[in-house]
């Protein structure tokens, strides 16, 4: 047994069956342009704060400190949170040499400050794009003087060791799951669940950022999950990934990802 995440958190082995309606994986986008500020200090130690996506400690969750937060026109009511973005500096004095590129996971929205104009201090105001980063990230890539700086920016597929992380909370007639740890296009579209007394598949309605909710009686009951990625439409059923025995306040974690 290893212990993650939020509070106590076990890993399950469970059996897992991947299958991808276009039989593609996510291959990433092309290069646009937004701007990049900068939250917390050199340690990440802000790592910690949690977020509008739900991860808890980013670092416990296997997210470390190359974090950002997005404005609400990249954050799309949380279907954004888990992708992965490769962001350069360009055009500005502080840059760091050679503009190198570094990939950040999206875990947080930056709102709107609606009292500041979009271009002095409203940064995250739509219909602006914007990544707040976490300091130790935007280091990779600029002199933290600059404040803010000019970006070029493109989703990316997600790294991820290991499997889906599936973290509960609710209880036995309300469960609430966070998804963590997706690999490839890092994104989920929809989910639903389905216990071991049980034929049928109930959908999850989405609760917030990355997690989903059943309002159904479960406890006492093996249960299954189907997910389905935003980006790429592709699908995983992870048959058992809970033991009947499941309780709240844990993550168990499958060997397989989207791809």
């Not at 000019?150 to 469960?175: A, E, H, I, M, T």
């Not at 592709?234 to 990802?257: E, F, H, L, R």
Request: net charge positive; aromatic share 12%; with cysteine.
């Amino acid at each position: 047994m290893e212990r993650l995440g939020f509070g106590m958190s076990l890993l399950i082995s469970m059996m897992i069956i991947v299958k991808s309606v276009d039989g593609q994986g996510y291959g990433g986008d092309t290069w646009n342009s937004a701007h990049a500020t900068f939250y917390g200090d050199e340690s990440g130690q802000a790592a910690d704060m949690g977020g509008a996506c739900g991860y808890g400690n980013w670092i416990a969750s296997n997210y470390g400190t190359d974090t950002a937060a997005l404005s609400t026109t990249l954050y799309n009511n949380g279907f954004a949170c888990g992708s992965c973005f490769q962001i350069q500096c360009v055009d500005s004095k502080y840059c760091n040499v050679y503009s190198p590129i570094t990939t950040v996971t999206a875990t947080n929205l930056c709102p709107p400050n609606w009292s500041k104009d979009s271009n002095a201090g409203g940064w995250c105001n739509p219909p602006r794009t914007h990544f707040d980063m976490s300091k130790p990230a935007f280091m990779k890539i600029a002199n933290y003087v600059g404040g803010i700086v000019p970006v070029n920016y493109r989703r990316v597929p997600c790294k991820r060791d290991g499997g889906l992380r599936f973290s509960f909370q609710g209880n036995g007639y309300w469960l609430l799951v966070y998804v963590m740890n997706v690999g490839g296009s890092g994104d989920i579209a929809s989910m639903s669940v389905k216990g071991s007394q049980s034929n049928e598949w109930i959908s999850m309605s989405h609760n917030w950022g990355a997690s989903y909710q059943a309002f159904s009686t479960l406890k006492g009951q093996s249960l299954s999950f189907k997910i389905t990625s935003y980006t790429t439409k592709q699908t995983v059923i992870a048959i058992d990934v809970a033991p009947s025995t499941w309780t709240t306040g844990v993550t168990y974690q499958c060997n397989k990802k989207f791809h």
